[in-house]
């Protein structure tokens, strides 16, 4: 398989101004980027630049933003793996598609973000063939994560890192958690979602207990559906006319 064929483009600039994060998560996250613009600096003194991060949490909540976000910010490239589209039935297969998508951004001093990172984090069954197959895998993406250049940034993004090898926990330095919003950032995310509209069509009925995934996909569900409500009835009217 062709690692391009592994690879999601996604040409979408996102800053981190558009990224709901909490105070710590925020200062922990701009402490790692101004770390990596003085990279250099950092090394005279012998000091080692943060360049592996988990987020984890609750689906739709920005990590996949986070990711985008801190490669904006950094000027860098940014590759995003869906491990779940890397996963096959042959392990080793898999561990050369994992060893060649690190070689590419270590090679390009990119951002490498890895979605769904459980997917070959965790152990399977109970079957000891299977058992040693994910453990030979894992063990190959520990020596990965430990060779891993400090000018390339590794950001791996899991819902369910309980499930994940604590060997491979251990392995980043900063981990960050996110849970649902709750209801006074949501309104604060509401209104940045409408307030492009008019303000007729920014008077919806709001959800809360949400994702901010889940907000954007009904915020602008609502919206065309007044807005083409409205152009059906402009048309009615002037064909009544």
């Known amino acids: ?33 101004k770390e990596h613009n003085y990279i250099e600096e950092l090394r005279n003194y012998g000091l080692p630049v943060n360049n592996k991060l988990l987020l984890y949490g609750k689906s ?11 490669a904006n910010a950094l000027g860098k490239p940014i590759l995003i793996l869906n491990l779940s589209n890397v996963v096959c039935s042959r392990v ?13 951004a270590a090679r390009e001093k990119a951002v490498l973000f890895l979605d769904e990172f ?12 299977d058992v040693g197959e994910m453990r030979r895998l894992v063990n190959t993406l520990i020596q990965l994560i430990d060779y891993f250049p ?30 649902l919003p709750n209801q006074d950032v949501l309104d ?5 979602l409408l307030a492009k509209f008019p303000t007729h069509l920014q008077e919806i009925n709001r959800q809360y207990k949400v994702s901010f995934a889940e907000t954007k996909d009904y915020t602008y569900t609502v919206v065309k559906a007044m807005l083409i409500d409205e152009l059906e009835k402009k048309k009615n009217l002037v064909s009544t006319n």
């Open 1 to 33: 398989m062709n690692i391009y064929d592994l690879i999601i483009n996604d040409d979408e600039q996102t800053t981190l101004d558009e990224v709901f994060l909490n105070d710590e998560s925020r200062k922990s996250i701009n402490q790692l980027i």
């Open 188 to 192: 604060n995310y509401y209104d940045s």
């Open 150 to 179: 400090e000018k390339s940034l590794l950001i791996c993004a899991t819902n369910h890192s309980e499930i994940i090898d604590v060997a491979l926990l251990r392995r980043f330095q900063l981990k960050i958690g996110y849970d």
């Open 60 to 70: 739709g909540c920005g990590k996949t933003m986070t990711a985008k976000a801190i």
């Open 92 to 104: 080793g297969e898999t561990s050369q598609n994992i060893r060649q998508i690190f070689d590419k």
């Open 118 to 129: 459980d997917q070959i984090g965790k152990a399977r069954g109970n079957d000891d063939k």
